[in-house]
C-alpha cells in the first residue's frame, strides 16, 4: 500500500521560508513524476510545481517562480518556500504517479498525501 505524507507546514511570516516534506511508503519517487498542489480557501486546488518522471524537467507554476524549488530523493520530496507571501496561504499537497512520463500531462495523479496546513500572516 503507497502513503505519501507531507509534514513541514505552519505558520510564518511574510518573507519567511519553510520547507516541505513527502515521505513516501511503499514507493519510490525515482525516475516517476512528482507534483506539489496547493489549494487556498474558496479556491480550486493548483498544482505549483512538479518533476517529470520521463527526463526530470522542472515546471513551476508563474506566481512562485523564483521564491519555490522543488527537489526528489528516492523516498523523500521536498518543496522549498522562500519569500513567503499571505497569497501563499493554502493546504499543500504532494502528489506522485506511476505511470506519467510528463508531470504537466494531467492533475489526476495516482497518489496524493493527506495536506499540510501552510498559512502566511503577521
Known amino acids: 500500500q503507497v502513503q505519501l505524507v507531507e509534514s513541514g507546514g505552519g505558520l510564518v511570516q511574510p518573507g519567511g521560508s519553510l520547507r516541505l516534506s513527502c515521505a513516501a511508503s511503499?514507493?519510490?519517487?525515482?525516475?516517476?513524476?512528482v507534483a506539489w498542489f496547493r489549494q487556498a480557501p474558496g479556491k480550486e486546488r493548483e498544482r505549483i510545481s512538479c518533476?517529470?518522471?520521463?527526463?526530470?524537467e522542472v515546471y513551476y507554476e508563474d506566481s512562485v517562480k523564483g521564491r519555490f524549488s522543488i527537489s526528489r530523493g528516492h523516498t523523500v520530496m521536498y518543496l522549498q518556500m522562500n519569500s513567503l507571501k499571505p497569497e501563499d496561504t493554502a493546504v499543500y499537497y504532494c502528489?506522485?504517479?506511476?505511470?506519467?512520463?510528463?508531470?504537466?500531462?494531467?492533475?489526476?495523479?495516482?497518489?496524493w498525501g493527506q495536506g499540510t496546513q501552510v498559512t502566511v500572516s503577521s
Open positions: 511503499g514507493f519510490t519517487f525515482d525516475s516517476h513524476s
Open positions: 518533476i517529470s518522471g520521463s527526463d526530470g
Open positions: 502528489a506522485a504517479d506511476r505511470f506519467l512520463a510528463g508531470c504537466m500531462w494531467t492533475t489526476d495523479y495516482d497518489y
